[in-house]
């Protein structure tokens, strides 16, 4: 009933931009924090950036510097701003997000389906 939808993955040449965006949709109580994933071809899945709902993020080393994510809380929508983009950022990028799916029960993890970004030297 929940879905991630991610959207903005394109072929773009080195040190080009791109903006990833991910929209939350379905039967959501709350949603305590979302987060951008990647995963390259024979490497395994890494943590590329996350925020809170309170709007801490936390990014990995790679992206510091370059990736801004941001968010709207009342829209549950998550947007990862890629600047200065390099070959080894190419990978399948998915959206995650911690949410409650009712009041009283657990958190529960979704996924979004990814967005290919390909990254051309």
């Known amino acids: 009933q929940v879905q991630l939808v991610e959207s903005g993955g394109d072929l773009v040449q080195a040190g080009g931009s791109l903006r990833l965006s991910c929209a939350a949709s379905?039967?959501?109580?709350?949603?305590?924090?979302m987060d951008w994933y990647r995963q390259a071809p024979g490497k395994q899945r890494e943590l590329v950036a996350l925020?809170?709902?309170?709007?801490?993020?936390n990014y990995a080393d790679s992206v510091k510097g370059r990736f801004t994510i941001s968010r709207d809380n009342a829209k549950n929508t998550v947007t990862l701003q890629m600047n200065s983009l390099k070959p080894e950022d190419t990978a399948v990028y998915y959206c995650?997000?911690?949410?409650?799916?009712?009041?009283?029960?657990?958190?529960?993890?979704?996924w979004g389906q990814g967005t290919q970004v390909t990254v051309s030297s």
């Open positions: 925020i809170t709902s309170g709007g801490t993020t």
């Open positions: 995650a997000a911690l949410l409650r799916l009712s009041a009283g029960r657990g958190l529960s993890r979704a």
């Open positions: 379905g039967s959501i109580f709350s949603i305590n924090s």
